[in-house]
């Protein structure tokens, strides 16, 4: 006969250990990390590029272009969502590759957005639709009655009748519910009551170039930001006030240190992010890696300091944290045990490489042989690496395995830059803590690019870097 006094008394001591077992330290971020790869829940990589970030009942939806890593043509707008901003799960393709037409294979899908109308209560997504040679360009749209589905694409928004002949876009929603697109070259169209064409251009050719176009404002005082025409090349953004969308628009200039090429990243969007006690305006931009976007191309997310009429990044943060709930934003420290690229018995590298005997900011070992690579065996739940980025900087394979052999992430890390500079080029997301090992190799592969007049633009060599290790153990 079973005892059920002891199958109780079981059960409840059971039921006690798993109340008092220590928590499992969460995996995942645990801030916003710049210009590094960036992976999903699941450990794929974060593909969301020309992206805007909307709030939608208390979480984040981030929608952007799935890029491909062998071809500029239409692969689908993707959809993510967080409740942190640090750690995103891959919701759905929004809008995939249609079969046919103006969306459809061999075409150019772009910069898409989303705005909630506020009379209609649908989801609708705003992009640059084109042919590959960018000669067919037009702004597009598609709705949604839920935030997360599957978009309807309608084809080209209208204005008079005709489509809006033109490329690089983005979109604004004013504290009145109104909604505008922007467009390149300062053009601003406000859309009709229920977003779905335009009824008036509030501002034409307010100024030249001015690529990827973003609007924001904060205390009565609108802020217009875009970039200079380089192709995938990056460069220093600059930005215009106002205090009417109509204008009159005033320069003012750059917005990041000049030279650093805005922190080599380009404009794609403003996030406005309200709390109970403050306000962050998170700067979005995108730090291209043509022709490898979907492996390599990373995101460059940014609190703005934004006093009066003055914008400014005045310094590149590494990693920090935003509270949603207060609307507060600080830095976060990047922990663990620091391992120098001289340290060869921690190191294990193969093949030809230049290892600097110094030990500054600049210092690295590097290597462009073709296969050619550096291994870092760990116990630990996550680890890190920088390096050196300059004119003649390559394609780096990042790989981590387990103690089992089987890879737990994999990834493309660019270290090309117009400048030499020394950053964090790879940081896991926090893993189960065990054993691994990370393996970053020589691709022999680097970026090169021409853009509508021919010039030339890229890196000049297939270098990769490695100037330290950083191991958490917690």
């Known amino acids: 006969m079973v005892n059920r006094y002891k199958i109780s008394l079981l059960g409840a001591l059971l039921m006690f250990s798993c109340?008092?077992?220590?928590?499992?330290?969460?995996?995942?971020?645990?801030?916003?990390?710049?210009?590094?790869?960036?992976?999903?829940?699941k450990g794929n990589a974060i593909s969301a590029h020309g992206a805007n970030i909307i709030m939608d009942k208390g979480r984040y939806y981030l929608f952007g272009e799935y890029k491909s890593d062998t071809s500029n043509a239409f692969n689908g707008f993707s959809c993510y969502s967080s409740a942190d901003l640090c750690n995103w799960k891959f919701e759905n393709m929004a809008l995939p590759v249609q079969d046919t037409g103006k969306l459809g294979p061999g075409r150019v899908g772009e910069r898409v957005k989303i705005l909630k109308c506020p009379a209609t209560g649908e989801y609708v997504m705003f992009m640059h639709a084109d042919d590959m040679g960018y000669k067919d360009q037009f702004i597009g749209y598609a709705t949604c009655n839920t935030i997360n589905g599957t978009y309807k694409f309608r084809g080209p928004l209208l204005f008079d009748g005709k489509p809006i002949k033109k490329w690089d876009m983005g979109v604004f929603q004013d504290t009145d519910g109104s909604g505008y697109v922007i467009t390149h070259s300062g053009n601003l169209y406000k859309l009709s009551g229920d977003y779905k064409s335009v009824t008036e251009q509030v501002v034409k050719d307010m100024t030249q170039q001015c690529e990827a176009p973003a609007i924001f404002k904060k205390s009565g005082v609108y802020f217009w930001l875009g970039s200079d025409l380089t192709s995938w090349e990056r460069n220093d953004n600059y930005y215009f006030t106002a205090t009417s969308l109509k204008g009159p628009w005033t320069p003012r200039g750059n917005f990041a240190p000049r030279g650093t090429l805005t922190f080599n990243s380009q404009t794609t969007y403003v996030l406005t992010i309200a709390g109970a006690e403050d306000t962050t305006y998170m700067y979005m931009g995108d730090r291209w890696a043509f022709p490898h976007q979907n492996s390599a191309a990373t995101y460059v997310w940014q609190p703005l300091i934004v006093k009066g009429t003055t914008l400014?990044?005045?310094?590149?943060?590494?990693?920090?944290?935003?509270?949603?709930?207060?609307?507060?934003w600080i830095l976060s420290s990047i922990k663990g045990k620091?391992?120098?690229?001289?340290?060869?018995?921690?190191?294990?590298?193969?093949?030809?490489?230049?290892?600097?005997?110094?030990?500054?900011?600049?210092?690295?070992?590097r290597s462009d042989t073709r296969g050619a690579s550096f291994s870092v065996s760990f116990t630990g739940t996550q680890i890190g690496f920088y390096g050196v980025a300059?004119?003649?900087?390559?394609?780096?394979?990042?790989?981590?395995q387990d103690n089992k052999g089987k890879t737990v992430l994999s990834s493309l890390v660019d270290m090309y830059c117009n400048y030499t500079e020394c950053s964090l080029k790879f940081l896991s997301p926090v893993l189960e803590k065990g054993k691994y090992t990370l393996s970053v190799t020589v691709t022999g592969e680097h970026g090169n690019w021409s853009d509508k007049k021919k010039?030339?633009?890229?890196?000049?060599?297939?270098?990769?870097?490695?100037?330290?290790?950083?191991?958490?153990n917690q």
């Open 312 to 328: 400014s990044l005045p310094g590149f943060r590494q990693s920090w944290q935003v509270d949603p709930s207060t609307g507060k």
């Open 455 to 472: 010039n030339t633009f890229g890196s000049t060599g297939n270098f990769i870097s490695v100037n330290k290790v950083l191991i958490q």
């Open 390 to 400: 300059g004119k003649d900087g390559g394609y780096a394979r990042v790989k981590i």
């Open 338 to 365: 620091a391992i120098a690229h001289t340290d060869t018995k921690s190191i294990q590298y193969s093949g030809k490489w230049i290892h600097s005997p110094k030990t500054d900011s600049l210092s690295d070992s």
């Open 19 to 41: 109340l008092v077992a220590p928590a499992q330290k969460k995996q995942g971020y645990h801030a916003i990390n710049s210009g590094i790869p960036w992976f999903d829940g």
